[in-house]
């Protein structure tokens, strides 16, 4: 199995709401990524972790929880979100920290 | 800091003419990668170079990695409309942490 799923594929949240998005692997991966990629842009790097610990936190706002409850699963915490965080938000997984990354299909996010 | 430049941002090109991206890294890179991403799709691993010099061939693809190691480049020869898309260089980090990503080149292809 060499895929990384994403749910949901789409979520329209307001800004008081409190949702997830979850991300899963099974290709035995060590390494899992949250990016964030907006319009005609490259993924932006949010979050890295590297066995199951959170190892880069690219100085994101704490609007933003990541969660690594087990070495196959990641969730991203959405709390009180703007406007300019919709975008695609893409989970990637990797063997290593610099080897090729799967990346899932993505949740396109709207914040109203 | 450490930078992927690529060029060109955009390029667009008859079906059956060749096109050409390059990627250019501001250190030395342990190794680059490619990938492509097509219009609403989510970025799919193309290649990995690690050798100086190293030239790798995917049917109309031809990829190649600087002396230096810090350049490379994605030749598409004979395009076809299935290349749309936009295609992305990544260098790790040089700590070891994580992928830089370039801007990205997108490619149009007209029939």
């Known amino acids: 199995d060499t895929e990384v799923t994403q749910t949901p594929k789409h979520l329209v949240m307001g800004m008081t709401n409190k949702k997830s998005l979850k991300c899963e692997q099974h290709?035995?991966?060590?390494?899992m990524y949250w990016y964030k990629q907006k319009a005609k842009k490259p993924p932006e790097l949010m979050f890295v972790?590297?066995?199951?610990?959170?190892?880069i936190n690219e100085s994101v706002p704490s609007r933003f929880s990541p969660e690594c409850p087990n070495s196959s699963l990641l969730n991203l915490h959405l709390h009180a979100l703007q406007p300019e965080d919709s975008a695609l938000y893409l989970c990637?997984?990797?063997?290593?920290?610099?080897?090729?990354?799967?990346f899932g299909p993505g949740t396109r996010l709207t914040v109203l | 800091g450490q930078q992927v430049m690529q060029i060109p941002q955009y390029q667009h090109v008859q079906e059956g003419e060749d096109f050409t991206t390059y990627c250019n890294s501001s250190?030395?890179?342990?190794?680059i990668q490619w990938y492509k991403q097509r219009p609403g799709g989510h970025p799919v691993f193309l290649i990995q170079?690690?050798?100086?010099?190293e030239v790798k061939k995917q049917k109309r693809l031809t990829f190649q990695f600087g002396e230096a190691k810090k350049n490379s480049s994605l030749h598409i020869t004979a395009t076809q409309t299935t290349d749309v898309g936009t295609y992305f260089c990544?260098?790790?980090?040089?700590?070891?942490?994580?992928?830089?990503f370039g801007k990205g080149t997108t490619l149009s292809v007209s029939s």
């Open positions: 290709m035995g991966h060590r390494a």
């Open positions: 990544a260098g790790p980090k040089q700590a070891g942490t994580a992928l830089i």
């Open positions: 972790y590297s066995y199951e610990k959170l190892s």
């Open positions: 250190t030395t890179l342990s190794n």
């Open positions: 990637a997984s990797s063997q290593a920290r610099v080897n090729e990354q799967f």
């Open positions: 170079l690690v050798k100086s010099g």
